[in-house]
């Protein structure tokens, strides 16, 4: 196992160009259109033998960190357990305490309980979340937003998207403090 110790960390876009050139590589060599395979990424040691895949899993990790990188945002690292308290939950959710047990109370997402605490699977909070997410773009979609001709309903829909995350970003900021 690694010598790193587990902690939040939080990493600032550098000044140099090796952002701005793994970004653009990994834009270039993107998951391939018109059916072609995706490509495969791997990490490698000073030795020419030496190189382990990279899971499909971290390389999205990896792909959001340098897009946030090279538009000059500043990224935060924090592991996270697998069973949360619903403190943590609520935090993730961008939701009070309160609402998270009356979340768990109404059967709307599982949860287990050791003695008189409860606990919440993290897969279980993000389907939820997911669930909630998806719900909520129906919702929007289905409330028949009368656009001008010139207006695209998807580029609405992205818009209300990026003011949906620009929410929940200021939210996690606020919640750091």
Known sequence: ???????????LPGTDDNVEALSDFLDLHGAGAHGAPEPRYFLTGAEPDDRVELPAEIYR?????????????A??????TQTLTTQQAADLLGVSRPTVIKLLDDGKM??????????????????????RRAEQYAALEATGVDLD????????????RDARHAGAERRRRHTAL
């Open 75 to 80: 990224v935060t690292v924090a592991p996270i």
């Open 1 to 11: 196992m690694s010598a790193l110790a587990l902690r939040q960390e939080t990493y």
């Open 110 to 131: 599982p949860y287990e309980r050791n003695g008189t605490h409860r606990r919440i699977l993290l897969r279980d909070l993000l389907a939820y979340r997911d669930q």
């Open 61 to 73: 990790v990896l792909r959001q960190v340098v897009e946030a990188l090279h538009q000059g945002h």
């Open 149 to 160: 001709d010139e207006d695209d309903l998807n580029e609405t829909l992205q818009q209300l």
